[in-house]
């Protein structure tokens, strides 16, 4: 498949389940779902909702004027990986239908196995990482019952995976908060060499746990200018209404600060998905401008700050 420019690849993230071993205190991968089951769990509605969203490409570039020529499924949770049967159920549905695939896992359950999919069916594999300190990361709450995530381990199941598919993209998901704006992840990042770094700013959704101002999210930044050249970095205004988002039962959502919380569509395999769309504030713009801005942000920080 010929690589697509990357403001013309649409993402679309799909949230597949809340659940997760780890339970992050600014975690905002909490939904509204009046006790309705994941649609992971109906192989037939996982089909249909993938079949939908394999037309959205073409319905922006009608309705906007866009140029996307090709689509990103990106598979997050909670912890995706934590439904092994129906994430590759996914995946295959996904792939089968042209798309490209990627996944954000907190890399507590990689394994043998894990590495096997990863490598032969994935393009592009996100890390979240918020802390190299254990004691940093307990106090997050990302530990579950094994406790912290080995980052040495991660390291050379990496490398594995690098060595099985020498072309996978390594991405790497940090969320700057009170507790680590200071702290310095150049060790990390010379260490794994990840292909794309997304730094967001902690985002108060659903609640302000661990929330920073931006002179601090600024601080970060410029503390790794010299990554710049792989930052991709997201304050809260270039996170809203800039992500395609889908929720575990199947509906659009988006964090619109309008709504206090989160707005929703009807189901993806409820109605047309043209009108689900319609029922959601996504704007195509603020979408490409994102992949416009890595190794631009933190020059722009720099001078805000010098």
Known sequence: ???????????????????CNYHCHYCFAKWDMSAQR??????????????????LPAILNQQH???????????????????????????????GLGMSVSAITNGSLLNAQWLDVIAANLDTIGFSVDSLLPEVNLQLGRSDKRGVLDLAVLGQQID???????????????????????????????????????????????????????SQFEHFLSQHQGFQSIMAPENNQEMVNS???VDPIGR??????????????MAIDSQPIEQCLAEIDFQPQRFAARYQSIGQYPIKVLQQVS
């Open 38 to 55: 994941e649609a992971l769990h109906f192989p037939k509605r996982v089909e249909h909702i993938i079949q939908e969203i394999a037309r």
């Open 65 to 95: 004027s866009n140029q996307f020529d090709a689509l990103r499924l990106n598979f997050v949770g909670g912890e995706a990986f934590l439904y092994a049967q129906a994430l590759q159920h996914m995946i295959q549905t996904a792939k």
């Open 243 to 245: 992500y395609l988002m």
């Open 252 to 265: 659009f959502f988006q964090n619109s600060a309008a709504y206090g919380g989160y707005q929703y569509s």
């Open 160 to 214: 594995q995976l690098r060595q099985m598919q020498p072309n996978i993209n390594i991405k790497l998901n940090t969320v700057v908060n009170a507790l680590n704006y200071q702290e310095s992840f150049h060790g990390l990042i010379e260490g794994i060499q990840p292909n794309k770094w997304k730094v967001f700013k902690m985002l108060p959704v659903l609640n302000d746990h661990h929330s920073i101002t931006q």
């Open 1 to 19: 498949m010929t690589a697509s420019h990357p403001s013309r690849e649409l993402v679309v993230n799909w949230h597949i389940t809340e659940a």
